[in-house]
């Protein structure tokens, strides 16, 4: 069964309600249908390999493809998903670091906690230049873990 974002956040809401001392997160799953339902609604094309068996390792869970239109030129968005508490592999940090790199190309690690930061990416109008430094996060490399963007 496949929610709406808005049947989605409204059940979150429910089991919180439910149970107030316990954190419920979204799994890296729900999160993607989280993200992919966000991104259509603002337009965008999505890609997300299903079973990636056989592919080159670290290639970012998902491609986004903002076609070009009359207030923008389009976009090319790369996104890893991660859990809360979820590890990058040394391949997912070494594809993150080298598309970050890239003239044109945006690719970002997002978590659950950065749905602000998800939204205004997804944005059609949005302009990387606004979001302040201290709220863009690159992976450490080689490990796993984020620290702020120099």
């Not at 992919?36 to 997300?48: E, I, N, P, S, V």
């Not at 290639?59 to 009359?70: I, K, R, S, T, Y």
């Not at 890239?102 to 979001?131: F, Q």
């Amino acid at each position: 069964m496949r929610l709406t974002e808005a049947e989605y956040a409204a059940y979150q809401r429910r089991l919180q309600d439910r149970h107030p001392d316990t954190l419920f997160e979204p799994t890296e799953a729900d999160f993607l249908a989280q993200v992919r339902a966000h991104a259509k609604q603002q337009g965008w094309l999505f890609f997300h390999t299903h079973d990636a068996r056989g592919s080159e390792p670290g290639f970012p869970d998902c491609v986004f493809l903002l076609p070009p239109g009359q207030q923008h030129q389009g976009r090319l968005v790369f996104a890893e998903l991660k859990s809360r508490i979820g590890k990058l592999t040394a391949e997912q940090a070494l594809w993150i670091n080298l598309l970050q790199k890239v003239s044109g190309i945006e690719c970002y690690l997002w978590r659950p906690g950065d749905w602000d930061v998800i939204v205004e990416v997804l944005t059609p109008s949005y302009n990387k230049a606004t979001i302040p430094l201290a709220r863009r996060a690159q992976p450490d490399w080689p490990g796993g873990s984020l620290r702020p963007a120099p």
